[in-house]
């Protein structure tokens, strides 16, 4: 199991919580999304077989939201 935690810029409410969570859990390998819109983090358990971190902030910005490197 990795582990990723991205800090993503404009994550103001739960629609945006919404969209990450089902964008992310459509990815295979993708096992749990949790996002904190105080930090403005979101974090993510996947296995790092079937995709990884690069898919997953594509996923994250394909959305409109920025994933600060
Ligand atoms: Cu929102």
Do not use: P, R, W
């Amino acid at each position: 199991m990795s582990y990723v935690q991205f800090d993503v810029e404009g994550m103001s409410c739960h629609n945006c919580v919404n969209a990450i969570d089902t964008a992310l859990l459509k990815i295979e390998g993708v096992h749990s999304v949790q996002v904190d819109l105080e930090k403005g983090t979101v974090t993510i358990d996947y296995d790092g077989s079937k995709t990884d971190e690069s898919a997953l902030s594509l996923a994250i910005e394909l959305q409109g939201f920025d994933v600060i490197e």
